[in-house]
């Protein structure tokens, strides 16, 4: 029986099994890289490399921020404290009995008003 070019089945047939070497020394020794198929997939491994790479820096971006917030996020806690703090210190001081005490304290020579202020209105003409 004949295909063409004159070549037998047998011999196509041995022909095959020479070109399918896939032997574990061809793996190991790097020979299966240099085929035909392994050389045409050289982009798409290139692509595939290239997303794990920004996969991975896109990853470590987003911890960096995460940890970034965090950290903010701790930094209001402490001053909405600290200004809550500030605040009722501000409020404890201006009470009139804790500005009498500083201005006797200090010596400024300053006293309380024993008549309560009038109300001084002017009419429009």
């Given at each position: 029986m004949k295909y063409n070019?004159?070549?037998t089945f047998e011999e196509l047939d041995s022909v095959t099994k020479n070109t399918k070497?896939?032997?574990i020394k061809d793996f190991i020794g790097g020979n299966f890289l240099t085929s035909e198929n392994v050389i045409k997939?050289?982009?798409y491994v290139l692509f595939l490399s290239i997303i794990a790479i920004i996969y991975i820096g896109n990853r470590y971006e987003a911890e960096k921020i995460l940890r970034e917030t965090i950290a903010l996020k701790?930094?209001?806690k402490e001053l909405r404290a600290e200004s809550i703090t500030t605040t009722s210190e501000l409020m404890y001081i201006s009470k009139q009995s804790e500005v009498?005490?500083?201005v006797e304290e200090k010596g400024l020579d300053l006293k309380e008003a024993v008549v309560p202020p009038k109300k001084i209105i002017i009419e429009k003409e």
């Open positions: 070019d004159d070549k070497k896939g032997s997939q050289i982009p701790n930094e209001v009498a005490k500083l």
